[in-house]
């Protein structure tokens, strides 16, 4: 409970405050929180006034600046923060005031308008000075960057705060501090328009982690229109250097449009494989970007699920480099790529990952998908239950030993094969539905080649062949090939 006095050098109003018993939306700052008091007078200042006072101070003031008002109590032990405007104002004498409130600080209290034409610094002011900032909705520019630190959340209603960024610059958030760890992150609901005018292709955009170890990190419910023609950058990026550490990332219900990529995760080659643990990435719309996520690096726990990938001209989705445990689930894919997905590569290639491999069930095609389906080093992978009607074809390669296809619709419109096989050994496909159907150019259906690859099974599938043969087999493959039928229930042989 606060004493609010009388104080003789600027006007007072005796009133009760009974403002504290409203509920507010979760997203609107509370100014006055934890004033219970019903009967106590208190002293109304601007805040030039709390600057200015040289003389005695009252206990609590009540500022009346717009967009700033608010109780502020004197904190008589703190000689040394510093005023930055939102929650701590500093007078002319060298006392502290510190706003009293609860939930989230409003970012208007640090001066961030929409008029203002770089809200990077005040925004920063807020970040550095509160751990829930709340950005009131509406259209803002930024020019300078912000550096994010652990223990704080940063939100705004989705859809009703956008952030631009022109001239030079396309980064909102960033942190490169290699020496401190950052935790406890959250982004929720901003949208940005990355306009820069900058020449530059790579990997760091809007947000962007580059160094220190990471934990407890979300980022949800936001959107990004990539609108530059001379700045191709990324809407999220993490990358963590060697000897660093990664867990609980999440990335989630989050919109980019036209980035280089829209989300990327990196883990440089390590000295101590698997570090990064954790990395979720669901239920995001990702459309005319280069990459739509891209997962690469000595990763153990990676899920990438519902999501729907439009229109990415390189990949969909790419698992690459230590992936360990990795999934990718009930995704969708429209339109135009080269390859929906392209990975894995399982411990650096060399197929002797214990324990279990990747894991990809329920994907499927928004009808025809220009692209293929690339698994490269899979080691003991399952793909099951997907659905794939692609101009391309499913291209396997390197260690992707005692994978097992089961259950899928694999169906080609353009190739002249459907399954090409290289270097890969003991393979099982089963119970799959295999078609080139009408390709005019058709050669063979399942292709299988090379020293490496043998002893690769094909049983009870359905297969559905153009004019071309069932299978071949080069450079001393091997196979077994037996209880294959044609969709009329006819039984194969080669």
Known sequence: MFNFLRWSGVATIAAPLIMMSCERPNLQADPTASVTTAKSSITFMSMNQVRGLREAAPDSIYLTDADKAGVFALDVHDKK??????????????????????????????????????????????????????????????????????????????GKVTIKLTGSQYISFQNFWLEQNLNNITIDGLSWLVASTARVEGSYGPITIDGPSVRNLTVRNCRSIHTSSTANVNWFFLKVQPGKVTSNILVTNNYARGARMGAEFLSQRQPVPYLGKGITVTNNNFENCGFGISVAGSFDGVDVSNNYLKNCPTYGVEFA?????????NNKFEGRFTSLFAGNWENDGDGNTSGNGMYVNNNSTVNLATGKWQVRNGYNMLMQNNNLMMTGLLDISGATKNARFINN???????????????????????????????????????????????????NNTIVRSSGSLLAAGNGATFQFYNNRDKNGNLLSL
């Open 409 to 459: 619709r694999f169906v080609s419109t353009t190739e002249n094969k459907v399954i090409q096989i290289n270097d890969a050994a003991n393979l099982t496909f089963s119970t799959n539905y295999i078609s080139n159907e009408g390709v005019t150019n058709s050669w063979v259906t399942i292709v299988v080649n090379g020293q490496a690859c043998t002893n690769n099974s094909f049983f």
């Open 321 to 329: 480099g230590w992936l360990h445990n990795a999934r990718l689930t």
């Open 81 to 158: 923060s510093d005023d930055n405007t939102g929650v701590t104002l500093v007078t002319a004498n060298g006392d502290r005031y510190k706003r009293v409130y609860a939930g989230s600080a409003s970012a208007t209290w640090f001066n961030i308008s929409t008029q203002d034409n770089d809200i990077g610094p005040e925004l920063q002011a807020a970040v550095n000075s509160t751990n829930d900032v709340v950005i009131p909705d509406g259209e803002y520019t930024q020019l300078t960057k912000v550096i994010l630190r652990s223990n704080v959340t940063i939100r705004a209603n989705p």
